[in-house]
């Protein structure tokens, strides 16, 4: 179970950082060593270096990850396919969400300069009307695809409807 928390992981850290070096140095200010060994389980983060490496993760995302981890637990045949049956979960849920209507996507601003400009992020939420606890799901796209994204909101529904899944977890 400990290589398929550290695969979901280091996908998110991909998804959202230049690459793994840049996220251990700069985000978690540790040198390679430490980072490897954490990885190969022998040894340990700080309790703070593991609420940052929790901040990759909405709290329905760290969620999901933790129902997929049990069901490789369960069925150590899904080992080697965890990361895209998390992708390919999140997708199912955020088209699920909007299909019943009590989910709403959305593009989120630029970062600002340090923001990769080669990708675009989308948000899909529920929102219960408590400040926090709206549930988030997020998706971190190539640019080339905000034309096609850009307009009304049932243009960006019937987008993330058709071709969501093939975009996010086919990459």
Known sequence: MHQVYIDIIISAIIEQYTSEEAFYLDHLNIDEQQWSNWKKGTGNLSNEDMQKIKTLFTDYEWMLTQKVMRQTVLFPEKRNIAVSEYKRLKTIIAGKWLK????????????????????????????????????????????????????????????????????????
């Open 100 to 171: 019943n209507d009590v989910g709403r996507a959305e593009l989120l601003p630029s970062g600002g300069a340090n923001e990769d400009e080669s990708f675009i992020n989308l948000k899909v939420s529920v929102s219960y009307g408590e400040w926090g606890f709206d549930d988030i799901l997020t998706f971190r796209l190539p640019s080339r695809l905000q034309p096609q994204l850009d307009g009304s909101k049932v243009e960006l529904l019937d987008w993330v409807d058709e071709n969501l899944m093939e975009t996010y977890v086919g990459e």
